[in-house]
């Protein structure tokens, strides 16, 4: 079945600093939806892409069918960032049935 | 960001138990999902509907689950006899079903199976 490879699994980040969360497709996907899970147990969805790359504040998203792959940047990290993201991916013809990666788990530290 | 409300927030059951959860989608959302995702954080995809209709569903889904989507009615996901490793997170989200559209979740249920 359809794999999504998500990395890294942890991070750790100080205030005001930024990386990339990275997601792999074994095989061609139709699009990429990336989520944060809170602290509250919410799963807020942050970004659907379809291709190219998408910005919303300090985080910014691109994703590339082709290469199958997404990547999600955090700039300026903040406090209230940390939580653990998800992405899920769309196979083709998959009626929006979302295949998650395994998640990476964000902390930010003062 | 979601208006997708579940109930119970949690539920707690014995083995061979029914075990019943609700969603209300979004207004003007006709497809829903229904996921669980267990302690280690994995998702399983176990049905989806378009209005009251089955879109997809995997088979534990088919042989284990009652699962409905009534029009005018909270949907339902319904474990027949709960079993411990059922133990997970329940998650409904719904969406519009149209291309470069956004699934949006509820908070879950969390569902224990003693």
């Known amino acids: 079945g359809d794999q999504v490879e998500q990395s890294p699994s942890a991070l750790s980040l100080h205030e005001g600093t930024g990386s990339a969360l990275r997601c792999n497709f074994t095989?061609?996907?139709?699009?990429v939806q990336w989520f944060r899970k809170n602290s509250r147990g919410s799963l807020i969805n942050l970004f659907y892409?379809?291709?190219g790359t998408k910005e919303n504040g300090r985080l910014k998203s691109a994703f590339d069918s082709k290469e199958r792959y997404s990547t999600l940047h955090i700039r300026d990290a903040q406090l209230e960032d940390s939580g653990t993201y998800f992405c899920a991916a769309e196979g083709p013809g998959s009626f929006n049935k979302l295949t998650f990666g395994a998640g990476t788990r964000l902390a930010v530290c003062p | 960001n979601s208006k997708v409300i579940q109930t119970p927030r949690y539920l707690v059951k014995g083995q061979g138990q029914k075990a019943k959860m609700r969603c209300i989608p979004e207004?003007?959302?006709?497809?829903v999902f229904w996921y669980q995702q267990n302690k280690n954080n994995e998702f399983k995809f176990l049905i989806n509907f378009q209005n009251q209709e089955v879109l997809q569903q995997i088979d534990m889904t088919e042989k284990r689950f009652s699962a409905e989507c009534p029009s005018n009615s909270p949907c339902s996901l319904e474990i027949q006899s709960s079993e411990a490793g059922d133990s997970a997170l329940y998650l409904c989200?719904?969406?519009?079903?149209?291309?470069?559209?956004?699934?949006?979740f509820g908070h879950g249920t969390k569902l224990s199976v003693l």
């Open positions: 892409l379809a291709s």
């Open positions: 095989t061609t996907m139709r699009a």
């Open positions: 207004k003007g959302h006709p497809v």
């Open positions: 989200a719904s969406g519009t079903g149209g291309p470069n559209e956004r699934l949006f």
